[in-house]
Nanobody, 119 residues
Framework: QVQLVESGGGLVQAGGSLRLSCAAS????????MGWFRQAPGKEREFVTH????????RYADSVKGRFTISRDNAKNTMFLEMNSLKPEDTAVYYC????????????WGQGTQVTVSS
């Protein structure tokens, strides 16, 4: 049974930083592309960033480029999201997700962690 468990969310002031983690189990982590998505109140879930199975390839939404950094540790089955220069508009529930390399859709999702940025 695949499990993705996010942690590290919380309340932070604008301009601050947070580091999210996503611990994966029940899958061969190194064969999966991992992504972060977020959903703000009243809005649809949106893509934030993803990282290739080896960690060499990353992609970011324009809204977070230069502020967020995704990384992974395949030896520990864990993915990270370093978030700097946070803005109130970054407030959302952040979800980690996994998809098999070469497959389009994400088929495993975590339960989400709340990030709240106060102005």
């Amino acid at each position: 049974q695949v499990q993705l468990v996010e942690s590290g969310g919380g309340l932070v002031q604008a301009g601050g930083s947070l580091r999210l983690s996503c611990a994966a189990s029940g899958l061969t982590f190194s064969r999966y592309v991992m992504g972060w998505f977020r959903q703000a109140p009243g809005k649809e879930r949106e893509f934030v960033t993803h990282i290739g199975s080896s960690g060499r390839v990353t992609r970011y939404a324009d809204s977070v480029k230069g502020r967020f950094t995704i990384s992974r540790d395949n030896a520990k089955n864990t993915m990270f999201l370093e978030m700097n220069s946070l803005k109130p508009e970054d407030t959302a529930v952040y979800y980690c997700a996994a998809r098999r390399d070469g497959v389009t859709g994400y088929d495993h999702w975590g339960q989400g962690t709340q990030v709240t940025v106060s102005s």
